[in-house]
């Protein structure tokens, strides 16, 4: 005698045509899915040459890491192009290691020789390489490709002292600063190499430039230190006929490098490392100024009282400009998180849908679950519970990337939608245990209708009933699964069409507190000028 079917458990319905769905559910998944996958992997690998591409990686990675792909760029360049690409040797070059720089700045100089960004560069290494006469070349050659920049003009003078051994007469070079300081033209520092499509207000560019700005203003420094270090010497020895205006020529020359990290708007170009270059600034005026009280105070002449008030001035602008610098990290830091928890969220819970899903799949084999039950539907309240969640799961994740877009300083915002998020995979998890309960109509009510329903029958309906209920619960899990899937994928593209970049981008995304730099700086400006 065949076992009594139940077509509220599923028993006689449309195998073939509930199949169909299930497959056509997974296949609008997997489709997302692919779609997602192939529009991040178009545009990585289909969109840009292959030198383009080795160039773009680059430009994200550290320099230990970005070298073999700039290597293999340069390679391909050279195998495909009559006249090599000049930006992939820069670009290398910039990375390079220390004992094969300047042979890489070489080739990408003799490739570019009147790009004066990369004069400066190139001509930064080779002081620092103690090779000031083959510096000192590259920076008139930037002078000249570049005659609105005084900055080459700074550089040449801070090469001259160590030209020739023994050579202690600062004057030729403090002419030649005299000069920069009077041309009225402003320093305008090299920038960075970059990729059009990349934002220049994030993290990542903002260390490119804050690195470059740190090597260019290093000789300028030395060089302060140097026309210092004489001054004392003929302060000691009683010769001071002409510090006071020689020191007054550096100082003029801290002030520019202030003035002009803020004091000039180019299009596209991102002040990003303003605060740093103005703290080099302020440090040259400061010494130079101390040394002229000095100088007074040899003198037996009274204190200068305007140079006094300036040099407190100069010190509560360098105490604001270090108490930004040193809380500078932490802040990106605590930015970076903000991007970053979408991603762990979602991360979170793709753990809790998994570990339901193989908790119903183990169960299910366990209780040898019966086909029959595929066929039966959904009920409203477990699609509305799916597609419900998956719909605050979209909005969520948008509502984190708008937050974090618009530099949401409320501290709450992320305890609270760490919150909601696990309160609603909770709802949706916990959900899937009772939605079966209430779509199964109970073992006594299937057999009240039915005629002769002896005992064994009612033992036989409550068994498939419970076979229903695993079958239900595993079915639940996995649309609750591929429809948050579907939600992610949507977000994944909804972030790239209106962020202009991809949620795991981080480093582009996180701040590089751009316009905190700028705000400072200028702040600093106000009761200085």
Not at 62 to 87: C, I, M, N
Not at 181 to 206: C, E, H, K
Not at 300 to 328: C, K
Not at 512 to 524: H, Q, T
Request: aromatic share 10%; hydrophobic share 45%; charged share 25%.
């Amino acid at each position: 005698m065949s076992a009594p079917e139940f077509p509220e458990y599923g028993h006689g319905g449309d195998f073939i045509g509930s199949r169909r769905t299930r497959r056509s559910f997974r296949f609008f998944v997997v489709a997302c899915l692919v779609l997602t996958g192939g529009l991040w992997f178009a545009e990585q690998f289909l969109r840009h040459s292959q030198t383009e591409r080795l160039y773009l990686r680059a430009l994200t990675l550290d320099p230990g890491s970005a070298r073999p792909f700039l290597r293999q760029a340069v390679k391909l360049d050279e195998q495909l192009r009559q006249f090599p690409t000049p930006k992939y040797w820069l670009a290398l070059a910039s990375r390079e290691e220390e004992d094969r720089v300047l042979d890489t700045f070489e080739r990408a100089y003799r490739l570019d020789p009147d790009n004066p960004g990369l004069a400066i560069r190139y001509g930064c290494r080779l002081l620092e390489h103690r090779r000031p006469a083959e510096a000192r070349v590259m920076f008139r050659e930037a002078a000249e490709n570049a005659p609105d920049n005084v900055l080459p003009l700074y550089l040449e003078a801070a090469s001259l002292p160590w030209i020739e051994e023994g050579d202690d007469d600062p004057r030729r070079s403090l002419a030649m600063v005299a000069k920069a300081n009077s041309s009225g033209q402003t320093i305008m520092m090299p920038r960075p190499l970059w990729f059009s499509d990349l934002p220049q207000d994030g993290y990542w560019y903002a260390e490119l430039r804050r690195s470059l700005i740190q090597r260019v203003c290093h000789p300028i420094r030395l060089y302060g230190d140097y026309v210092n270090r004489k001054a004392r010497e003929s302060i000691t020895a009683g010769r001071v006929q002409y510090w006071d205006s020689w020191l007054e020529h550096i100082e003029g020359m801290g002030q520019r490098l202030l003035e002009d990290s803020v004091g000039h708007e180019e299009t596209g170009h991102s002040m990003a490392g303003a605060a740093l270059q103005a703290l080099h600034g302020v440090e040259v005026q400061l010494d130079a100024l101390r040394l002229r009280e000095v100088i007074r105070e040899s003198e037996g002449l009274e204190p200068d009282e305007s140079l006094a008030e300036r040099r407190r001035y100069l010190e509560e602008a360098r105490a604001h400009l270090r108490e930004f610098e040193a809380n500078r990290e932490a802040l990106i830091e605590q930015d970076w998180l903000k991007f970053q928890l979408p991603l762990f969220l979602i991360g979170e819970a793709i753990g809790v849908l998994a570990i339901a899903m193989l908790g119903s799949i183990a169960l299910s084999r366990f209780a040898r679950r019966a086909k029959a039950a595929w066929t039966l539907p959904h009920g409203r309240s477990g699609m509305a519970a799916a597609m419900g969640g998956a719909v605050v799961v979209f909005v969520l994740l948008c509502l984190m990337s708008l937050l974090c877009q618009l530099g949401s300083t409320e501290p709450t915002w992320e305890a609270a939608m760490r919150t909601t998020w696990r309160g609603l995979l909770a709802v949706m998890v916990g959900f899937g245990l009772v939605y079966p309960l209430f779509r199964l109509p109970s073992a006594s009510r299937v057999c009240q209708n039915r005629e002769g329903a002896s005992e064994a029958i009612i033992v036989n309906a409550r068994h498939c009933r419970r076979l229903a209920y695993i079958v239900l619960l595993r079915r639940y899990y996995g649309l609750v699964a591929g429809l948050v899937a579907i939600a992610m994928c949507f977000w994944v593209v909804w972030h790239r069409i209106v962020v202009s970049l991809y949620p795991w981008q981080t480093k582009l995304l996180a701040t590089g507190l751009v316009n905190e730099e700028v705000a400072l700086v200028k702040e600093v400006l106000t009761f200085l000028l």
